[in-house]
T-cell receptor, first 113, second 112 residues
Framework: NAGVTQTPKFRVLKTGQSMTLLCAQD?????MYWYRQDPGMGLRLIHYSVGEGTTAKGEVPDGYNVSRLKKQNFLLGLESAAPSQTSVYFC????????????FGPGTRLLVL | GENVEQHPSTLSVQEGDSAVIKCTYS??????FPWYKQELGKRPQLIIDIRSNVGEKKDQRIAVTLNKTAKHFSLHITETQPEDSAVYFC???????????FGSGTKLNVKP
């Protein structure tokens, strides 16, 4: 089991460029999440999904879009990157049960110049 | 929505001493409380969790206590070691709800 994987590990973008971050999980989890982590600010939820074909906004959704076309994949898109989106992005997944934890991917470090 | 507050933001202890990190939550419907450890440059990883029908849970040098009445839960690490140095996050999840609410993190430094 690979668990939760993320692609790419690191990326540098210029302002205005677009990119897609890929998250994949092989644990058959229904729920998937995208967080961003900035220094000293903990984890902030961007978007999440409770199943294939469904997505919902989290705490900081502006500037991001997501898609969940397959149960095992959750994509995070930046249409026009801004320096404020420089961050570390973590994907996570979990079972629907309210008393189960979530498992995190290794993170993607994004630098927007 | 739920609000989770975590204290202290930084904690420095001598090797062998105990460390305690506290979190409070606002939603009485929250019933699952995990703790994550994040080493520098790594992903957050679950170290211990507690469900609302339990008051305390131990796993070797780590323990978590939950006070539902006061709506707070704490992480206790005994006999700290330098490899315990990391950022620790608490979280709360509400019954029948999709999201986890995280505390702001505690940076623990264990001095040899």
């Amino acid at each position: 089991n690979a668990g939760v994987t993320q692609t790419p590990k690191f990326r540098v973008l210029k302002t205005g460029q677009s990119m897609t971050l890929l998250c994949a999980q092989d644990m058959n989890h229904e729920y998937m999440y995208w967080y961003r982590q900035d220094p000293g600010m903990g984890l902030r939820l961007i978007h999440y999904s409770v199943g294939e074909g469904t997505t919902a906004k989290g705490e900081v959704p502006d500037g991001y879009n997501v898609s969940r076309l397959k149960k095992q994949n959750f994509l995070l898109g930046l249409e026009s990157a801004a320096p404020s989106q420089t961050s570390v992005y973590f994907c996570a997944s979990s079972y629907p049960s309210a008393q189960e934890t979530q498992y995190f991917g290794p993170g993607t470090r994004l630098l927007v110049l | 929505g739920e609000n989770v507050e975590q204290h202290p933001s930084t904690l420095s202890v001598q090797e062998g001493d105990s460390a305690v990190i506290k979190c409070t939550y606002s939603d009485s419907a929250s019933n699952y409380f995990p703790w994550y450890k994040q080493e520098l440059g790594k992903r957050p990883q679950l170290i211990i969790d507690i469900r609302s029908n339990v008051g305390e849970k131990k796993d070797q040098r780590i323990a978590v206590t939950l006070n539902k009445t006061a709506k707070h839960f704490s992480l206790h690490i005994t006999e700290t070691q330098p490899e315990d140095s990391a950022v620790y996050f608490c979280a709360a999840r509400r019954y029948n709800f999709n999201k986890f609410y995280f505390g702001s993190g505690t940076k623990l430094n264990v001095k040899p």
